[in-house]
């Protein structure tokens, strides 16, 4: 192990900032926190954006390491204790100092901070806390806070850091505690869900002492997840909740934007639907407001894991991130869209045109008809779109010049829709002609992916019952 | 043939309303007049034969007759947007804002559900346009500290959205001065702790003054691009995305893509 005294600033950032580039968070959390005239910092529930690096993710937030030590020896990251590579850590000092800076140049919208784990879960996570305190209590810092909890640590350090963090995170890592058990050893499944039920418990009983009602907790007709034995253990122990530890001087609330977590993708060998019936399990039992999708890359070109060099499954992600917005915002559930026999998301088309063809006996839908979950599944409408369908046709019978005129992008949803009765040209609603049309339009893969994308990459995410066409694939290959 | 009797008024929400009153009281009837404003240098667009022109000197009492009467008799939100529709780069704003109030006025706050008329939808797309670009600049925007302790940003956006997003910083950095500056209009928002922030003119003004940093300055400004730089995956370097997220147009006045000169 490398460790260099008298680090400069310079080259801690360098090291930190580039060992956390693989963690994903986000600022749209959903919070609103007007400035207090005093103090430094607001919040904007929808996120800003404060610029997009070379890979066009946006930066929002200084996303740091607090450290690049770990006792631990995950096999997929590049921090494990196994690693030769040179180490470092910041000062709680140094984490505020470069927060307030940067914050006041509006280069960012607060801070993310994670963490390899230094001598102890509970030695990392009072450095950490250390750092928070600095921000909120000296430097009366008002902006967004994002940080780890790092499983493993005491309850009552989690307890604390809720009051100084905005958002709190734990990683699953995994999806399965069998691929967890093989790839990080000396992380369990119960450890990481455990301080995510604890966060929960605590921010559903702060909220309810302030009676502010949570949208996000609404009545589900079912609850899945339950055939999962970890998290049923998990939610049914009711020993979650710690003793209340607000520092007084402190008036925020807990964990005021909510949970996430992130899973790697493609390092182990579970389908799409395992990992979607994961996200979906947590979004229900848990009130995460994120899952968070990582590509898997071979960093340490470890020959126990897959290798990656064609590049990081990054269709795959986008797949999965589409589909779970499917069952956040458009009442889809897993089980519509995958199963036993179809257990993973089609490369080509996006999940919601997958899922259309399979039920082409829904469609055409009638635009003027339809109430808004039905407007809600048809591909190529969204959110935007079928609020916007919902309130003009309420001046208006709407035909397919005024759907353009909205600003509703018809490529898609040309093949699934009628206004007044009438499709847009004759259209065979078929399977085959459909998938042959939506295949021809190129929006089918994400910006930048679509050019470099080669076969080899694509079979993948291929399983024995999708055996793309030799045909398709080489018309893929040459857009 | 009938002569067209057009209102010349400034580029700005106050000169527009101001001919909104004028034009709407004048008794031609609305199918005989047309507004239209100076463009930004100052000029009008293109002066039209048979027709008779009016100079529209801007009114705040008239001006705030006409909000007054949008707020009550359409909306809050339709007053809103027809701000920013007033404040965007869309040549000939003023008729299509003269045009929709009309309608406005006859339907009420009802008027912004009926999407597929012409004029209400060239309305929203305008006001999405403004909107998209203030809340942009809420996180392009960059400030550099100056010897003094203020914080100095220069914009140079299509729309003039300085009104729409000194409010946020305001809001943000209660305890800072701080000038936001738009090149293109020679305008800025001006902040002092403990003070309403002001919009102000400033022909005057050298952006060249403010390019001189502290040795902190430029120690955080270097910081932040090797941030920048080290935050990328290398796996998934991607311009298309980059560029479709933050178009060229902004990055000339954002620290980290500043070239290195060291380097
Ligand atoms: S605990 Fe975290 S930092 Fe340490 S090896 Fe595992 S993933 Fe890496």
Redesign the pocket.
């Known amino acids: 192990m490398v460790i260099q005294e008298q680090m400069s600033i310079q080259r801690k950032l360098e090291i930190l900032s580039d060992a956390a580039k693989y963690d994903v968070a986000c600022t749209s959390s959903g919070v609103d926190r007007k400035g207090n005239g005093s103090s430094m910092g607001n919040s904007v529930g929808c996120g800003i954006c404060h610029t997009f690096s070379a890979d066009g993710r946006c930066i929002s937030l200084l996303k740091i390491l607090y450290t690049n030590e770990?006792i631990?020896?995950?096999k997929y990251?590049a921090?494990?204790s196994s690693n030769d590579v040179v180490r470092a850590s910041f000062t709680p000092e140094e984490v505020s100092e470069l927060t307030m800076e940067f914050y006041r140049r509006n280069y960012i919208e607060g801070l993310f901070l994670s963490s390899?784990?230094l001598v102890s879960p509970n030695h990392t996570m009072e450095l950490i806390l250390q750092a928070l305190r600095l921000l909120r209590e000296v430097h009366h810092f008002n902006g967004y806070i994002h940080c780890k909890a790092i499983p493993g640590a005491d309850p009552e350090l989690i307890e604390l850091l809720g009051w100084y963090a905005d958002r709190m995170s734990v990683n699953l890592e995994l999806p399965t505690s069998e691929s967890l058990k093989e790839l990080?050893p000396h992380k369990s499944r119960k450890n990481i869900l455990k301080p995510i039920r604890q966060i929960q418990l605590r921010r559903e009983s702060n909220r309810e002492f302030l009676g502010l009602p949570d949208k996000s907790i609404t009545p589900k007709k079912i609850i899945t997840g339950h055939e999962d034995g970890d998290i049923k253990e998990i939610i049914t122990t009711k020993t979650g909740l710690v003793p209340y530890q607000r520092n007084s001087m402190i008036k925020r609330n807990y964990v005021p934007a909510g949970q996430s977590t992130q899973m790697i993708i493609g390092a182990t060998k579970e389908s799409d639907y395992q990992i979607m019936s994961v996200s979906e399990a947590l979004y229900d039992n848990f009130n995460l407001k994120r899952v968070f999708y990582s590509a898997f890359m071979n960093v340490n070109q470890d020959s126990r894991l897959p290798v990656t060099t064609d590049g990081p499954p990054l269709l795959r992600e986008h797949r999965l991130y589409q589909a779970d917005w499917l069952l956040r915002f458009y009442g889809f559930q897993t089980k519509e869209l995958l199963d036993e026999n179809h257990p993973n998301f089609n490369v080509f088309l996006d999940p919601k045109c997958d899922w259309a063809l399979r039920h082409l006996e829904l469609f055409p839908v009638e635009v003027n008809k339809a109430d808004y979950f039905t407007l809600l599944r048809v591909p190529g409408i969204g959110t935007n779109s079928a609020q916007r369908i919902v309130a003009a046709r309420k001046s208006a019978v709407l035909g397919f010049h005024d759907l353009k005129r909205l600003g509703i992008v018809l490529k898609r949803a040309v093949y699934f829709i009628t206004c007044n009765g009438m499709t847009m040209y004759p259209i065979k609603i078929e399977e085959n002609f459909i998938t042959r049309q939506l295949l021809a339009l190129k929006d089918q893969l994400p910006l930048g992916i679509d050019k470099d994308i080669t076969y080899r990459q694509l079979s993948l995410f291929d399983d024995a019952s999708f055996q793309p066409e030799q045909r398709i694939t080489l018309k893929l290959a040459n857009i | 043939m009938d002569e067209k009797k057009i209102f010349l008024c400034d580029n700005s929400i106050d000169g527009i309303f101001t001919a909104i009153y004028l034009a709407w009281s004048s008794g031609f009837g609305h199918a005989n007049v047309k507004l239209e404003e100076k463009c930004e240098k100052g000029s009008f667009a293109n002066l039209e034969l048979f027709s008779e022109y009016i100079k529209v000197n801007t009114d705040l009492t008239l001006s705030v007759k006409v909000s007054r009467s949008i707020q009550s008799k359409i909306s809050e939100e339709a007053f809103q947007m027809v701000c920013r529709v007033a404040l965007s780069d869309y040549i000939g704003k003023a008729d299509l804002i003269y045009r929709f109030l009309i309608k406005g006025f006859h339907i009420g706050g009802g008027i912004l559900e009926h999407l597929s008329d012409e004029v209400v939808n060239k309305i929203f797309k305008i006001n999405k346009n403004v909107g998209f670009e203030a809340h942009h600049l809420l996180g392009f925007v960059r400030f550099s500290e100056q010897e003094n302790g203020l914080l100095f940003s220069s914009i140079e956006p299509k729309n003039n959205v300085l009104s729409l997003i000194a409010p946020h910083f305001a809001d943000r950095l209660p305890k800072e001065r701080f000038i936001i500056y738009d090149k293109k209009r020679n305008m800025a928002a001006l902040h002092i702790p403990g003070k309403q922030w002001i919009l102000a003119e400033v022909p005057d003004l050298k952006i060249g003054d403010f390019r001189a940093f502290t040795d902190q300055e430029d120690e955080y400004r270097d910081l932040w691009k090797i941030f920048f730089k080290h935050i990328v995956i290398k796996e998934r370097i991607n311009p298309k995305l980059q560029r479709n997220n933050l178009p060229l147009r902004f990055r000339g006045d954002m620290t980290e893509f500043e070239p290195d000169i060291e380097e």
Do not use: E, T, Y
């Open positions: 770990c631990f020896d995950c990251c921090n494990r390899g784990i990080a």
